[in-house]
């Protein structure tokens, strides 16, 4: 067949962004000169949360998960010679999607692109933050208005954009199973489209422009034969509410546009070489079908679980993509599962069930509905506590986790300091350094931009009416105001919102039965309840800082609670100070503190220190979190208990160390475990 037959290949991306502005830029060149054909831009967590990098909960998490972007200035610098009209960049940004879209446009403007040509994605999904990644800020109310003016004002002014990226990714990485994944992300799209058609701002006839530029952003896991059946019943769904709920007549319209990062959630920190496979597994789950293909595909690398990839280890995640579209012979045919029996059933399941859960959810309101009453959430820490119980059974089998768990020693990991991308400590202080010149001199040449205060009003303005608040947005990016005084004015008239944790709701997923390893664990912690003289165990389970990944806190607190503890969970975003305020006034007897970003090493010290001060030695800290070795080390030279990462999957044996920490921190005898 001759090339000029085959399909294009999809858009290929790496999901990219860390320390500065400048380093970042950096990147973005060198992987462009290496094949990669869109950017997809990760930020940091003050950036998504819409602090600046000097707020006190930005300590430790400036420049770590992504790049800091605070200003206009911060955005110029980030697209340095990289012509904004000819690019496709992704941004994932949710709460302060349209603030990072503002700066974008200021920045094509200033390069002379012609807005209306702009090509990319802000990811703009509010719902998933409550349910899963952590980053929202607002309520659901105004945030869903903050959504419904970005794509109204894309629709009119740029076209081409696609202004939001309905993203049921973190929905799986936080234990949605393909019906729940496809319930939620189709329920989330129903309550975005409603919001825009009631909000009066698009014209009827132009509504099917805006159903045009929905798209989704979908997470495929290692079972891919169910993934792809998966992605098969989304294009199914949602061509039937989009044409029966909102009256699409044109097909083009209607077509089910996503794009996809296979599943983290699955890579192991042990025996991490075979998380390439894995990769290469969920990747074909969203290229084989033709009739289901990814837009665009970005792809974890092998040692995620252990830490921030490198720039090699992101090139190999990259040529895995281009092996299967430049080598093999996947673009040269039609749909190959045209006509499967099997294949036909397996979506009709899915198809049905995810119907039946869309159902239900409009029947309670729709998904903002499901979110406040806590539905949605507690439905997810359910599966996920489900799925964390048949892996601790051996029902899932995990390579190199709970089966053939012998290994060589592996040369990818013979220095584990390496392998690993590692943020120099020093940029947190540059990024804050930066952005208290920008402060100063931003009124000045060359950038003579005018003061902010008038734009800021404006905004809060337009935010206690109904005006469309992308104007105001635009003219506080161009008066040069920075990230935390756009969500600070906004913050004053919406205030802020802590989502449901889901974790009182969750039920039951491991039994304690006699003789099961949870029974004997609730056993110890009855028996030591008793010897110090207290009804209960009481535990707290803190997410310092801002990282919103609470899936694994959400797990050992479900199990903490099963086993007997009264668990002390208040959710996440929280600063040291108030971890270990809600430690004395609820007189616990263990702390849990969960953080994945990495900022572990300055937060964790933090509340040891604090607790000292208080005078509560007594008091183990346990932490848990993607901690490399050295870390790990150093944090128990500080005088952390106990340290777990990814490889301890064994939840009831480590709810069994905390009560052994309890005791030791106490000067009680160790329990007899029954042989």
């Not at 132009?206 to 989304?234: P, Q």
Request: with cysteine.
């Amino acid at each position: 067949m001759s090339e000029r037959q085959k399909d294009r290949p999809w858009l290929m991306r790496t999901y990219a962004g860390h320390s500065t502005a400048e380093a970042s830029n950096e990147l973005y060149r060198r992987n462009l000169a290496k094949g990669q054909t869109g950017l997809s831009v990760a930020f940091d967590l003050p950036t998504q949360t819409g602090y600046d990098s000097d707020h006190v909960l930005a300590r430790g998490e400036v420049g770590r998960v992504g790049v800091p972007v605070a200003h206009v200035g911060d955005m110029r610098r980030l697209f340095e010679d990289i012509p904004l009209e000819k690019m496709n960049t992704s941004m994932t940004i949710n709460a302060t999607a349209m603030w990072l879209l503002a700066l974008y446009q200021v920045v094509a403007e200033e390069q002379g692109a012609d807005v209306a040509a702009l090509q990319g994605t802000t990811q703009n999904d509010i719902v998933k933050e409550y349910l899963s990644r952590g980053t929202h800020v607002f309520p659901p109310g105004p945030s869903l208005r903050l959504t419904t003016d970005l794509i109204t004002y894309t629709v009119t002014h740029m076209p081409k954009w696609n202004p939001i990226n309905i993203c049921s990714y973190h929905l799986q990485e936080a234990g949605a199973t393909p019906v729940q994944e496809i319930a939620y992300a189709m329920s989330t799209a129903i309550a975005v489209l409603d919001a825009v058609r009631d909000s009066g701002q698009v014209p009827e006839e132009k509504f099917g422009d805006v159903v045009a530029r929905i798209s989704f952003f979908v997470n495929a896991g290692v079972r891919f034969v169910e993934e792809m059946c998966k992605m098969r019943a989304f294009t199914r769904i949602w061509d039937r509410v989009t044409r029966e709920r909102y009256g699409i007549e044109n097909a083009k319209q209607r077509r089910f546009r996503y794009g996809v990062q296979v599943n983290s959630l699955g890579l192991t920190e042990a025996q991490p070489e075979n998380n390439v496979q894995r990769i290469v597994l969920e990747m074909l789950a969203v290229t084989l079908s033709k009739d289901a293909r990814a837009r665009a595909v970005q792809l974890p690398a092998w040692n995620e679980a252990l830490g921030l990839p490198r720039p090699w280890d992101q090139q190999w995640s990259l040529r895995i993509q281009q092996v299967l579209a430049y080598e093999s012979d996947l673009l040269e045919y039609g749909d190959i599962f045209e006509g499967s029996t099997v294949i036909e059933a397996k979506v009709a399941e899915l198809v049905e069930a995810s119907w039946a859960e869309m159902d239900r959810i409009q029947e309670m309101g729709g998904a903002m509905a499901a979110v406040e009453s806590g539905y949605l959430k507690s439905q997810l820490v359910a599966s996920h506590a489900e799925r964390r119980a048949r892996i601790e059974s051996g029902l899932d089998r995990i390579v190199g986790v709970n089966v053939f768990e012998s290994t060589e020693p592996s040369p990818l990991t013979a220095d584990l300091d390496t392998a690993i991308q590692t943020v120099d400590p020093a940029v947190e202080a540059r990024v804050i350094a930066s952005l208290q010149a920008w402060r100063d001199t931003r009124y000045q040449p060359p950038f003579n931009h005018p003061r902010p205060c008038k734009a800021l009003e404006r905004l809060k303005q337009a935010a206690r009416g109904d005006d469309n608040l992308m104007e105001a947005t635009l003219e506080c990016a161009r008066a040069g105001a920075t990230t935390g005084e756009w969500a600070g004015a906004l913050r004053e008239v919406f205030g802020e919102y802590r989502a449901p944790t889901g974790v009182s709701s969750a039920p039951v997923a491991v039994a304690a039965e006699e003789g099961t390893g949870l029974a004997e664990v609730r056993r110890r912690v009855e028996a030591t309840a008793r010897d110090l003289g207290v009804g209960k165990l009481r535990f707290l389970v803190g997410k310092p800082g801002l990282d919103g990944h609470s899936n694994g806190a959400e797990q050992i607190a479900v199990r903490a609670r099963d086993a007997g503890f009264e668990v002390v969970y208040q959710g996440i975003r929280l600063t040291p100070e108030q971890i270990v305020d809600a430690a004395l006034a609820e007189d616990v007897h263990a702390v849990g503190l969960s953080i994945l970003s990495g900022s572990h090493a300055q937060l964790v010290p933090d509340v040891l220190t604090r607790l000292r001060t208080a005078g509560a030695d007594d008091i183990p800290v346990i932490a848990g979190g993607i901690i490399p070795g050295a870390d790990a080390e150093q944090l128990r030279s500080a005088g952390v208990a106990a340290v777990f990462t990814p490889k301890d999957f064994d939840i009831t044996g480590i709810i069994g160390r905390i009560v052994d920490e309890i005791r030791k921190a106490h000067k009680l005898d160790p329990l007899e475990v029954p042989a």
